[in-house]
């Protein structure tokens, strides 16, 4: 018996009937929570949030409630901003576009009530450049809901106003990091700032206290205030609350979006029960849980997984991947991540290789130049997976890989190092003997599957 | 700053000559900007009350909506009216993968190349549009154009739609689950 979804998020999404436009929002309900949330004080809907344990839904996982709890409006002279983060670029995931193109007034409702609750009254989404048909779906929604009161001046009576305004990128992946964020928003490179002293919390967007929170997240605060915060912790499981939109892509019979309760289902589950399994019967080789920068996890691998047991104990477990339970703490303990939620699956016919190549090619791409190490080092393992994918490799090349991503992580100004770093130093560690092939390889292999790398 | 402003009040055009002597693109639709333009403009600017410079991003898609590239007369006019040196614009120009300083084809095709459409097919997708569009090989910035100007064809990063590979975009328009044979058929529907 699969495991039934729980949809929260996308309780509406794909539901006969259901549209954008803001009447039918109305209907099930829109914008009776951003009521609620108006009659009760700022600071207590932060508690709520920090009650409810909400972990951030862009890749890190950092508490939403912490991340507001930096921003401390009493002792602030400037502006409070908020960014809503809709860059949504790590591949693999497709979440967030489904929320802008199909529920846009919940990721509004969900905004305005972050923003009341940190004393925001001037806000953007930025928005990739490519979902030019999302930007122009968002800027007619927030006409509807200034229309109907519900942003602007004096929303719902209250004498609380707020301006949300649509910023489009244009085709930046660095622009989904948050600092990167705010320079782009800025009208400038999108340079990640160096942190400290550019925490956006105190120096962010103008200098002034900033809180960037992704799609899901902010949707999240909506059903927070529903519920409450006690009440929204009981889903999921300690430290990893609430429910997850999954994006599961590659080789698989069903991929597509999927909610979830966090950690209510094994890897296993996911794949065979919800996805119909590997496609065309074969078997799973690799995947990689959280977005392309994830570390891949490689099949039949077995974990030593350390977790709190209910009396506070610790224990320790050994589970194969298939067991992984879909949780924060349990993807970070197998050494790889939750990530963006976005879940590529790659089966046996597959060339690690070229895999790596596809990878090491869309950060060689996406580096905004910055720090040494990343500009020079993305080149240079997108040339060398290449060219080990193309048959052209040189015996030490494997080594010179893991000596290059190895002088990456850690040595450059946003985490932009360890994202391009860590795909790098997973695949060579765990595919050694595929790398080792190549290397000794003087041609490319003939494969009869879709060619992944550039020549 | 130079008395040779570029735009001209009285009749809202652009000098580019002044300017660049000498380096005005043959292709550049004569530079008088269209009705309206401006005003569209003013209002993005309002968007941004804390600082102009914010505004530098929707101009540039506004300029390039509207003439299809990124020409030097659009770095000139949208620095000036941000109260900004030409250099400040030129370096978004550079920096983000959507603006462009050539002209690209009239129906332009990005076809994703990321790793979840590359294992549906992107890569063999690209090529049977480089084929069926008949463009050459593509230039530095890995874009192709076809000989009358009609089509271009470049491989783009992630377009956030991986569970329907491969995917494509014509123009604004995305387009998920796309054979070979939808292929064909997208090409009619933009003739």
């Known amino acids: 018996m699969p495991i039934a979804e729980k949809r929260l998020i996308f309780a509406n999404i794909d539901k006969p009937g259901y549209t954008i436009d803001i009447d039918c929002y109305l209907k099930v309900g829109g914008y009776k929570?951003?009521?609620?949330?108006?009659?009760?004080?700022?600071?207590?809907?932060?508690?709520?949030?920090?009650?409810?344990?909400?972990?951030?839904?862009?890749?890190?996982?950092?508490?939403?409630?912490?991340?507001?709890?930096?921003?401390?409006?009493?002792?602030?002279?400037?502006?409070?901003?908020?960014?809503?983060?809709?860059?949504?670029?790590?591949?693999?995931?497709?979440?967030?576009?489904?929320?802008?193109?199909?529920?846009?007034?919940?990721?509004?409702?969900?905004?305005?009530?972050?923003?009341?609750?940190?004393?925001?009254?001037?806000?953007?989404?930025?928005i990739r450049g490519e979902f030019t048909l999302g930007a122009k779906i968002?800027?007619?929604?927030?006409?509807?809901?200034?229309?109907?009161?519900?942003?602007?001046?004096?929303?719902?009576?209250?004498?609380?106003?707020?301006?949300?305004?649509?910023?489009?990128?244009?085709?930046?992946?660095?622009?989904?990091?948050?600092?990167?964020?705010?320079?782009?928003?800025?009208?400038?490179?999108?340079?990640?700032?160096?942190?400290?002293p550019y925490f956006p919390a105190v120096l962010g967007l103008y200098m002034s206290?900033?809180?960037?929170?992704?799609?899901?997240?902010?949707?999240?605060?909506?059903?927070?205030?529903?519920?409450?915060?006690?009440?929204?912790?009981?889903?999921?499981?300690?430290?990893?609350?609430?429910?997850?939109?999954?994006?599961?892509?590659?080789?698989?019979?069903?991929p597509g979006y999927y909610e979830f309760e966090v950690g209510a289902l094994t890897i296993g589950e996911l794949l065979n029960d919800v996805c119909g399994g590997i496609k065309g019967g074969r078997k799973l080789k690799?995947?990689?849980?959280?977005?392309?920068?994830?570390?891949?996890?490689?099949?039949?691998?077995?974990?030593?997984?350390?977790?709190?047991?209910?009396?506070?104990?610790?224990?320790?477990?050994?589970?194969?991947?298939?067991?992984?339970?879909?949780?924060?703490?349990?993807?970070?303990?197998?050494?790889?991540?939750?990530?963006?939620?976005?879940?590529?699956?790659?089966?046996?016919?597959?060339?690690?290789?070229?895999c790596l190549a596809n990878i090491a090619t869309f950060y060689a791409h996406e580096s905004c130049g910055q720090c040494t190490p990343c500009r020079e080092g993305s080149l240079w393992m997108k040339k060398i997976t290449s060219r080990l994918a193309n048959g052209k490799g040189h015996p030490d090349d494997i080594g010179l890989l893991k000596n290059v991503a190895d002088n990456i992580a850690g040595k450059t100004i946003c985490a932009f190092g360890e994202a391009c770093a860590w795909p790098v130093q997973s695949f060579v560690t765990k595919f050694k003997d595929e790398f080792e092939n190549h290397a000794l390889a003087t041609k490319p292999k003939s494969t009869t599957t879709n060619k992944l790398a550039p020549v | 700053?130079?008395?040779?402003?570029?735009?001209?009040?009285?009749?809202?055009?652009?000098?580019?000559?002044?300017?660049?002597?000498?380096?005005?693109?043959?292709?550049?639709?004569?530079?008088?900007?269209?009705?309206?333009?401006?005003?569209?403009?003013?209002?993005?600017?309002?968007?941004?009350p804390?600082?102009?410079?914010?505004?530098?991003?929707?101009?540039?898609?506004?300029?390039?909506?509207?003439?299809?590239?990124i020409?030097?007369?659009?770095?000139?006019w949208i620095s000036h009216k941000l109260g900004l040196q030409p250099i400040n614009i030129l370096e978004l120009v550079t920096f983000y993968p959507m603006f462009r300083q050539h002209p690209a084809g009239k129906i332009q095709i990005r076809v994703c190349r990321t790793l979840s459409c590359a294992l549906g097919g992107g890569y063999e997708l690209c090529e049977h549009f480089?084929?069926?569009?008949?463009?050459?090989?593509?230039?530095?910035?890995?874009l192709a154009i076809s000989p009358d100007g009609k089509y271009s064809v470049e491989f783009v990063e992630c377009l956030a739609a991986c569970g329907t590979a491969p995917v494509i975009m014509i123009n604004d328009d995305f387009y998920e689950d796309v054979t070979h044979q939808r292929a064909n058929e997208l090409l009619l529907k933009y003739k």
């Open chain 1, 33 to 126: 929570d951003l009521k609620k949330a108006l009659t009760m004080k700022g600071p207590d809907i932060v508690k709520e949030v920090k009650t409810s344990g909400l972990r951030g839904r862009g890749g890190a996982g950092f508490s939403t409630g912490m991340k507001w709890g930096f921003i401390d409006p009493t002792k602030n002279t400037k502006p409070v901003y908020l960014i809503c983060n809709a860059d949504e670029s790590e591949p693999g995931t497709f979440k967030d576009k489904q929320i802008i193109y199909k529920d846009p007034h919940q990721l509004l409702e969900g905004m305005a009530i972050a923003c009341y609750a940190n004393n925001v009254h001037l806000a953007y989404i930025y």
């Open chain 1, 138 to 196: 968002l800027e007619k929604a927030i006409e509807e809901a200034k229309a109907k009161n519900y942003l602007g001046k004096g929303i719902a009576g209250t004498a609380y106003d707020l301006e949300i305004y649509i910023h489009r990128g244009a085709g930046a992946y660095i622009c989904g990091e948050e600092t990167g964020l705010i320079e782009s928003l800025e009208g400038k490179r999108a340079y990640p700032r160096i942190k400290p």
């Open chain 1, 209 to 254: 206290p900033t809180i960037v929170n992704n799609v899901e997240t902010l949707c999240n605060i909506k059903h927070i205030v529903a519920m409450g915060g006690a009440e929204y912790a009981k889903i999921g499981k300690p430290n990893n609350t609430g429910t997850r939109l999954l994006c599961v892509s590659g080789d698989v019979e069903k």
């Open chain 1, 286 to 354: 690799a995947l990689i849980p959280g977005g392309s920068s994830a570390k891949v996890l490689k099949a039949g691998e077995r974990y030593k997984i350390k977790s709190k047991k209910p009396d506070g104990s610790m224990e320790e477990k050994e589970i194969g991947l298939m067991d992984i339970p879909l949780d924060f703490d349990t993807l970070a303990a197998a050494g790889s991540m939750a990530g963006s939620g976005g879940i590529i699956v790659m089966d046996e016919t597959r060339d690690m290789v070229e």
């Open chain 2, 1 to 48: 700053m130079s008395t040779n402003r570029v735009v001209d009040p009285a009749t809202q055009t652009v000098s580019p000559e002044k300017v660049y002597p000498g380096a005005v693109d043959p292709h550049h639709p004569a530079a008088a900007l269209p009705k309206g333009f401006e005003a569209q403009a003013d209002e993005i600017i309002t968007h941004y």
């Open chain 2, 50 to 69: 804390v600082s102009k410079r914010s505004a530098s991003l929707p101009l540039l898609h506004l300029w390039q909506e509207t003439f299809g590239y």
């Open chain 2, 71 to 76: 020409s030097p007369e659009g770095i000139e």
């Open chain 2, 130 to 142: 480089r084929e069926k569009c008949q463009v050459g090989e593509p230039d530095t910035h890995g």
